[in-house]
């Protein structure tokens, strides 16, 4: 016999999109329940913790001690070895700890109301009378609970079986999975003002590798390919490589695996009584593959409009897009330009990055922009050249 | 019989597998990567796209 719980709004997922979308709703009023699977919050970090300053700031005011080391350049390393370095400026990069930065997170959502549950993982969903979504069924500490909710936030992450559940089309496409591996290691050789980021079909095909310094020689260095190329290579061998090449005296620390969707946000986000935010809803920069601060976004919005919703007692499809148009407004649409890009990226041979990388060598220093980057790498696809004016217009 | 069987020495627990497989036949707990063998289809993406190689298919 399962017991049973009641709230407004349940999260499936504290990541830094669940918990910002529980904080949201619980400061608009209604009450929460945000799940979390693993024994603690913020554990294992996958993901290199890279963000970007203005991105993270359209979210919350961030706190000193979640920043390990803030970034002014980009050094983009051609498959030749040719090195641009592109001064970033105004718009710093941080490298965060994301162990400390999800749990506070997760705090800030407990401060603000919502109840928190580790160790709690769902399982299916919940269905009224008239077959919509009404809840989760979760195991939690050796008890099943049936929770039952106005709404239920998919952040589910890589996984995404929340929506899949209530029939939202959340699968990865292979091509668009970028599959991903990192060591956090001691003793990197490189400098801490900049993120490296290396490019080539050596290094990593439909991907690239990234080096991010966390200071005191520690850095996550990892890379991802696109699903399309890890059948007959795995990214766990090239990393090795670029171990053994760039990094042979480096320590390994830490080596966590993981997956991220770069196809830009799923069709269809919502459906009668139920959200999809950060992962789960493939809200992840397609280009970069950064997540943090999209997901962030797309939870502000999302625990927000939930909220209001249950207020005004209509939890519909139609009243719940409003998320959906808010997420397009401010991030979804450049998205789709990213993706696009992403994909003539991608598709460019080792000759024509070595090509650019020496292009771009040729300009004064301050002339290099990424803007500019991208127009050159993507010169002979011109209908690509609009998108990226379009992205970073403003 | 065929089945994708789960290197569990070497399984991070990730769920980039789960993300790609068209069935929805696996399941990730915390402790614990399961996969369905009457709903699988043997269609490779989940060995294809692990980023360690911690799945393998095996004959029983």
Known sequence: ?394 | MSLVAVKRDLCDLCGTCVGVCPVDCMELTETELRIDAETCILCRFCIDICPIEALEMKDE
Not at chain 1, 19 to 45: F, H, M, Q, Y
Not at chain 1, 125 to 140: F, K, M, N, W, Y
Not at chain 1, 202 to 227: D, E, I, M, R, T
Not at chain 1, 324 to 334: I, N
């Open chain 1, 1 to 394: 016999m399962s017991e049973r719980v009641s709230v407004d709004v349940v999260v499936v997922g504290a990541g830094p999109a669940g918990s910002t979308a529980a904080r949201l709703a619980a400061e608009n009023g209604v009450s929460v329940l945000l799940l979390e699977k693993d024994r603690e919050v913020g554990i294992p970090v996958r993901c290199a913790e890279g963000v970007g300053e203005s991105s993270l700031r359209k979210v919350l005011e961030p706190r000193p001690h979640w920043i390990m080391n803030t970034v002014q350049n980009a050094e983009f390393i051609s498959p030749s070895g040719l090195h641009v370095l592109v001064h970033v400026g105004s718009d710093r990069g941080f490298v965060l700890n994301r162990k400390i930065f999800d749990y506070e997170l997760a705090q800030m959502a407990a401060d603000a109301g919502a109840e928190v549950w580790t160790k709690a993982y769902a399982y299916d969903l919940l269905r009224d009378s008239e077959g919509r979504v009404a809840g989760v069924r979760v195991r939690h500490i050796g008890r099943e609970v049936e929770v039952s909710a106005k709404v239920v936030i998919g952040a589910d992450g890589v996984e995404s079986r929340v929506g899949r559940w209530a029939g939202l089309k959340t699968l990865t496409k292979m091509h668009d999975m970028e599959t991903c591996v990192q060591v956090t290691a001691a003793r990197v050789e490189a400098e801490t003002d900049r993120f490296y980021f290396f490019f080539g079909s050596q290094v990593a095909p439909g991907g690239y590798a990234w080096v991010f310094p966390k200071g005191n020689g520690l850095a996550n260095v990892g890379l991802g390919l696109s699903g399309d190329f890890s059948a007959t290579r795995k990214p766990i061998d090239y990393l090795q490589d670029l171990l053994d090449k760039h990094f042979p005296g480096a320590a390994i620390l830490t080596t966590v695996a993981g997956g991220v969707p770069c196809s830009g946000t799923v069709e269809k986000l919502v459906t009668d009584g139920l959200m999809l935010v950060g992962d789960a809803a493939h809200q992840a920069n397609p280009v970069s593959g950064g997540g943090i601060a999209p997901g962030m976004i797309a939870g502000k919005i999302a625990g927000r409009v939930a909220a209001e919703a249950i207020r005004e007692g209509d939890v519909s499809e139609k009243r719940l897009r409003k998320y959906v148009r808010e997420w397009d407004r401010e991030v979804g649409k450049t998205h789709r330009l990213f993706y696009r890009i992403k994909e003539g990226i991608f598709r460019l041979t080792d000759d024509e990055l070595n090509r650019t990388a020496k292009a771009l060598q040729g300009l004064a220093p301050d002339e290099i922009t990424l803007k500019r980057m991208f127009r050159v790498a993507l010169m002979k696809q011109p209908k690509l050249l609009l998108d990226v004016a379009r992205v970073f217009v403003g």
